[in-house]
């Protein structure tokens, strides 16, 4: 069993910036994916950023260049850093791992003056 916990949302100006983390228990394995989800109020839950376990990264187009998906394999931690936000960026981001689907509880980010 894999445990998640995402930290680092909040409230920010647009335009502005912030770090979100992923704290993994564990890895599923030596492959692995680790992936970033957003989900705005009454949409569905959609892909923003993935890591491999080869450290190869896929970006959905809306924030392929304002956001950058890392990791520290030391600490088991997964990072998004997410610049030039807009109030369409805002919404509970979660991190998932696979194989095994194993999701974290989220985390609120909202971009608004």
């Known amino acids: 069993q894999v445990q998640l916990v995402e930290s680092g949302g909040g409230l920010v100006q647009p335009g502005g910036s912030l770090r979100l983390s992923c704290i993994a228990s564990?890895?599923?394995?030596?492959?692995?994916?680790l992936k970033w989800y957003r989900q705005a109020p009454g949409k569905q839950r959609d892909f923003v950023a993935g890591i491999n376990s080869d450290v190869t990264t896929t970006y959905a187009d809306s924030v392929r260049g304002r956001f950058t998906i890392s990791r520290d394999r030391t600490e088991n931690t997964w990072y998004l850093d997410m610049n030039n936000l807009a109030p369409e960026d805002t919404g509970v981001y979660y991190c998932?791992?696979?194989?095994?689907?194993?999701w974290g509880q989220g985390t609120q980010v909202t971009v608004s003056a």
């Open positions: 998932k791992m696979d194989p095994g689907a194993y």
């Open positions: 564990a890895t599923t394995g030596y492959i692995y994916e």
